[in-house]
């Protein structure tokens, strides 16, 4: 029987290196932050202050976003729910392989659906959180950096979270952030502390 | 006019943190070596080796490989033509994403066609090196550690590469090694006196 190349030539080679060296070279553990929440809820900037902030404390973070993983990896897709899904478990299996390699990973994506974010849990399983940024609708609407609700209320934007495609809410995050109400320095003290009380980077000293 | 979200919809986000922000935390820059050559030259086997002496140096060094990467992030995608240039489209940024976060990294791919091995350089500018491991065709069949090259020599697979699928070698590699007449030690000093020789990581005192 003439065949192709599949699944059973494929061989899984095992790294030498275990992830307590990597932590041994980083001098801390691995993690994966996902940011979850509507457009404008403050995902990219949160994970970008979060990094910058860690990053500054000798500590390697590094941050995913969605944008500009559309850009790259996931330029060929779009935004029915099919590549919303197809979306997701790339960043998902990118985001797996930046823990793999001992990064604290702060991910930026709206990630509409429950069902790809415990997708994402599943991956990565006691490295993963999930951080729920929650302004509420209409605090985004209000702030609408990219005048996409404006677009999608006169009914000129189909498939936008929030308005006119679904956007499943996290049942159980590790952490939910009120970021209408809270500042952006706020914000990222909540994450430091959260990130210092499971013991992943060391309380700021200070000294 | 009613549209959906689209190109024009995404927001590039620049990080905050420098390349040299990054090198100052890890000790060292970025990198990527993108091992190609025939199924069985040795291309998983040097990059996990490295990837292991470079870690037990303390470097933030990861590899990436193919069959791995075909079992997560590119279990859709098949060994025809088009699908193989996706597969090295993808882990091609894949691999920017982990040298952007400052990690040197191994990639382990056959990754057969020139234009999407140029294509993996410019995206990764002067951070790319090629390394092409070149034992000869006869000394992978010899080895053939997957039983691949037996099947396709009886017209049992299509799209194996060297055999019913071109492999189209490197025209001017950073660094050629025949990993037929090379020991694995010998391949892997060759390939980390490369990186000293660059600066990239710091010659191994002894001491």
Redesign the interface.
Known sequence: ???????D?????E???SPD??AA??GHQAACLWLTGLSGAGK?TLA??V??TL??R???A????G??L????NRDL??SPADRSENIR?VA??S???V????IVLC?FISPFRRDRDHARQLMGECFAEVFLNPGLDECERRD??G?YA?ARR??????TGISSPYEAPTAPELELDTGAMTLDESTAAVLNWLEAKGLVDAETGA
Chains 1, 2 share one sequence.
Request: no cysteine.
């Open positions: 029987m003439t065949g192709k190349p599949g699944k030539d494929l061989k899984w080679h790294g030498q290196v060296q990597r070279v980083l990219s970008r202050a990094e910058a990053v500054a000798g500590v390697h590094y941050a995913l976003d944008d500009n559309r850009m790259g990896l779009g935004f790339r299996e990118v797996r392989l930046l793999d390699s001992g990064a930026a950096p990219k996409l677009r009914g000129d934007l189909d498939e936008f």
